[in-house]
């Protein structure tokens, strides 16, 4: 019993740890990639255009699937170009291939947004 007390004791802290690393990595993220704060700025606009249209359960979660995919992508693809620039610092072609596939992933995520973004917004706004 007192073993299980004192293993949740150093379970919580770690999980908080765990909690801040992650959140060090979304501010990284925000300071260091343009592209995480387009996405910001991108994901605030959806969001209040979806309050504004007063979108559906529904719509609210693909657009959340969408929006959570793009953030996704961004992240992996900042820690694979990191990553990438501790293994290869030199230019290498392999080295160029990895990044340009974790950027293409940041792209697919982006279109397949705007293609959500248009199915839910396109209808009540052409009208
Ligand atoms: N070590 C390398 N070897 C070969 N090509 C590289 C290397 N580093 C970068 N490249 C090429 O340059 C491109 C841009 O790489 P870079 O690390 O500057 O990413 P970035 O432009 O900062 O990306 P993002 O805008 O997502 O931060 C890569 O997609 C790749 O084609």
């Not at 909690?19 to 925000?30: C, D, P, S, V």
């Not at 995480?36 to 309050?51: D, K, Y």
């Not at 979108?55 to 992996?76: C, D, K, R, Y």
Request: with cysteine; glycine share 8%.
């Amino acid at each position: 019993m007192a073993g299980q007390k004192e293993q949740f004791t150093r379970f919580v802290p770690g999980r908080i740890a765990s909690f801040r690393f992650a959140l060090r990595g979304i501010r990284l993220l925000l300071r260091t990639q343009t592209n995480a704060r387009i996405h910001a700025v991108a994901t605030l606009l959806v969001v209040t255009l979806g309050c504004w249209q007063g979108v559906t359960a529904a719509q609210w979660g693909l657009l959340a699937v969408a929006i959570t995919l793009v953030w996704l992508a961004e992240a992996l693809n900042t820690a694979i170009e990191r990553l990438t620039d501790l293994v290869s610092p030199e230019f290498r072609p392999l080295a160029g291939e990895v990044k340009d596939l974790a950027a293409a992933a940041v792209l697919l995520s982006a279109l397949g947004a705007v293609a959500v973004a248009c199915a839910v917004f396109g209808p009540s706004l052409l009208h």
